[in-house]
């Protein structure tokens, strides 16, 4: 690492690929389960935007849904109307993407957007894999729902 940084500062190009992180299939990368909840480039999307919209708040190994997101996430028919979870987990929390090196959502609220997402057929699962297929629906409910556009790649 510190070679490559020195060949950076002195503007010597890199002449050798950097290591590629996580899986090398395209397909774990793009969307796939961890534990319960979505992960790779699908699951780091939908984080990513529930954040910039302020839904949810994400700080070092710490997460919140808002009022509004939850609120949000009830209108969308993802958390319960009652709002009362009788789960010891976390309604919220930031797991590490191994592929995409920033969080992605766990806890009862990634649990229950991976399960809404299953129910209404935007992706499903790959026999044999945790890899996720994204569906045509999918790329149109994740970017209504979430605004995430890295969907529909």
């Known amino acids: 690492m510190i070679e490559s940084v020195m060949q950076i500062a002195g503007g ?4 050798r690929l950097l290591p590629r992180v996580g899986p090398k299939d395209a397909a774990l990368r793009q969307a796939r389960t961890c534990y319960d909840h979505l ?19 994400i ?11 939850h609120v949000q996430m009830q209108a969308l028919g ?5 709002g009362n979870s009788r789960s010891n987990r976390p309604v ?11 969080p992605h959502l766990a806890g009862v609220l990634g649990a229950a957007i991976c399960t809404h997402a299953l129910e209404k057929g935007w992706v499903r699962r790959r ?13 149109i409910g994740f970017r209504h729902a979430f605004g ?3 969907a529909a790649s």
């Open 12 to 15: 010597v190009p890199l002449t």
């Open 39 to 57: 992960a790779g480039a699908l699951g780091v999307g939908i984080a990513d935007a529930l954040r910039a919209n302020g839904l949810v708040e």
């Open 59 to 69: 700080a070092g190994d710490a997460a919140s849904l808002t009022e509004t997101g």
């Open 78 to 82: 993802i958390l319960a109307p009652d």
């Open 92 to 102: 919220c929390r930031p797991c590490l993407d191994w592929s995409e090196r920033r």
């Open 127 to 139: 026999l044999g894999t945790r890899a996720l297929e994204i569906t045509p629906a999918g790329r």
């Open 148 to 150: 995430v556009e890295s």
